[in-house]
């Protein structure tokens, strides 16, 4: 019976853990030959990522969030390290083999960390800012998988983001500062809670719900639909052409764009340039490949 019982949890155990997430290092610019910190760093962070239960959502194997985090080291005093962070996310499409990418994100960060140091996450108490980054961008890779299978399903997992960033800012460094960088933890917050922005997270659905998951059964109708989406991308921009899920679709999304015009009538790659030039007039060049023949 208590094997039984054991069995089950055990079960139970994987089926919660949400995130399939690899994590690499860099030390290039990094001084020295004993560099053993940097490994147990790798696999500190990475058991931190794909073994806590970050949600009450039971998640099959096959269905786990893909996702890295990649630490470019480039200098370090003693325990304290300055890196910078690269995270990726990504989502699978619907009866395809295809994956979406969801999050590109870059941040340069500071951090204390030394050899053996467990990660512990306790959200009511967070003063440890390795832990408050690897936890608030756990839960922002959440809720955007969520928003982009249920309309604003990740808000529970946004709200857990912003509980971060409440305790972490004005103590645990330039990551939190309110105002200091539109693209910092602060700044993501603030775009996430901006009523003004919340048809780019409502684009997040509609997007794959009704376009990419779609394109495998209805290709021409998917892709007209999406098309009639990127109306609903201006008010975002008007409100605030500075904001980090505005540069993050971007970064993402285009060359996905360009993927998914590249058989349309010339006609409807002509409105898309025009609908995406005028929302991000800077990726101009990037965005004539929208008009290229294949």
């Known amino acids: 019976m208590l094997t039984l019982l054991v069995i089950e949890l055990s079960m139970s155990f994987a089926r919660a853990q949400e995130l399939n997430a690899r994590v690499q290092i860099n030390t290039d610019q990094i001084s020295g030959t004993d560099k053993a910190v940097y490994e147990t760093f790798r696999t500190a962070v990475t058991e931190f990522l794909n073994t806590r239960l970050w949600t009450q959502v039971a998640f099959s194997r096959n269905e786990k969030i893909d996702c890295s985090f990649v630490f470019i080291f480039q200098k370090r005093e003693d325990a ?4 910078e962070m690269q995270i990726t996310s990504r989502r699978p499409v619907f009866n395809a083999s295809y994956m979406s990418p969801m999050l590109n994100v870059r941040q340069v960060v500071e951090f204390d960390y030394q050899e053996g140091k467990r990660l512990d996450y306790n959200p009511n108490s967070i003063d440890d800012n390795l832990v408050a980054l690897l936890a608030f961008w756990s839960y922002v890779i959440l809720g955007m998988d969520f928003d982009s299978f249920a309309s604003l399903g990740g808000e529970p997992f946004f709200q857990e983001a ?3 960033v409440s305790q972490a800012q004005g103590m645990l460094g330039d990551s939190w500062r309110a105002r200091d960088d539109d693209r910092n933890c602060w700044g993501w917050m603030n775009a996430i809670n901006d009523e003004g922005q919340k048809c780019l997270r ?3 659905y509609q997007y794959h719900r009704q376009g990419l998951d779609r394109m495998s059964e ?3 109708e998917a892709r007209k639909t999406v098309t009639g989406l990127f109306a609903s991308l201006k008010p975002a921009r008007d409100d605030n052409p500075r904001s980090p899920l505005l540069g993050n679709l971007a970064d993402t999304k285009i060359d996905e764009w360009i993927q998914l015009y590249s058989k349309a009538p010339d006609s409807e790659k002509q409105v898309v340039f025009d609908q995406l030039n005028d929302i991000w007039p800077g990726q101009g ?3 004539q490949a929208i008009k290229e023949r294949p």
Not at 80 to 83: G, I, V
């Open 162 to 164: 912003q509980n971060i």
């Open 202 to 204: 409502l684009f997040n």
């Open 80 to 83: 304290h390290h300055t890196a």
């Open 285 to 287: 060049n990037r965005l």
């Open 218 to 220: 209805q290709m021409e």
